[in-house]
């Protein structure tokens, strides 16, 4: 106490003080109700554990049946809560016949703001989905700091001299290029390939061709 109070503390008063909470209300009469609020509060802790440990083993269960999934969990980057959200907002994939039905859904469509004569700003519709649209923008977030093939498309639009895009509308075209990898594994279970996806980058495209023909 003395180390702890700047003031000095006498030894008479340390003793009142000991005293004093001995015999405190809160003490004797609060300590069982604190105890059994404890109690209570870790035992819906185990509850939900339990809970969340079922769910799990629920939702490794539905994603083995889904066509696709194994080749999309191979995507460096893309893990398992990734896919089960991107599923469970979207749906079966054989339900859409182009992955622009997706980009719609996730609001990810491109507009043009326009007022009579004047011509605004391009940006999304954000007419969809937030969910899924934020599950996107988490996922490429992650892609673009772990995935080689996805930190050069990223690295290219935001650096490349002609129309290079702001580092938000690049993400936004991530999100779009994600959303075309994983219908098309999720329709033809093949695995992901970043030299192919590369190829949208024209220097890069050259230097594979040349390295092919030498």
């Known amino acids: 106490m003395r180390k702890s109070v700047s003031r000095s503390v006498g030894l008479n008063k340390i003793r009142e003080l000991k005293q004093a909470a001995s015999q405190s209300i809160g003490l004797r009469q609060g300590a069982e109700m604190a105890r059994l609020e404890l109690k209570t509060i870790l035992a819906k802790y185990e509850l939900i554990q339990l ?13 083995d049946e889904i066509p696709g999934v194994q080749q999309m969990l191979a995507i460096k980057g893309v ?17 859409y016949n182009h992955p622009r039905q997706i980009i719609k859904l996730a609001g990810l469509s491109l507009k043009e703001n326009t007022s ?14 937030k969910k899924l649209r934020a599950l996107l923008f988490r996922v490429c977030m992650i892609l673009v700091a772990k995935n080689s093939a996805f930190k050069a498309l990223h690295a290219y639009y935001t650096q490349r001299p ?14 779009n290029k994600l959303i075309r990898i994983f219908f098309s594994i999720g329709k033809k279970q093949f695995d992901f390939n970043e030299e192919k996806m590369l190829k949208d980058i024209p220097h890069l495209a050259v230097t594979k061709k040349t390295e092919m023909a030498a």
């Not at 809970?51 to 994603?63: C, G, T, V, Y």
């Not at 893990?79 to 339900?95: K, M, N, Q, S, W």
């Not at 009579?116 to 989905?129: E, F, L, M, P, Y």
């Open 79 to 95: 893990g398992r809560d990734t896919i089960a959200g991107f599923f469970a907002e979207v749906g079966d994939l054989g339900e």
């Open 116 to 129: 009579g004569k004047h011509k605004g700003k391009t940006t999304i519709t954000k007419r969809g989905r």
């Open 162 to 175: 002609d129309n290079h895009l702001k580092k938000m509308q690049s993400l936004i075209a991530l999100c």
């Open 51 to 63: 809970q969340f440990e079922e769910l799990d083993a629920k939702i490794d269960s539905q994603l």
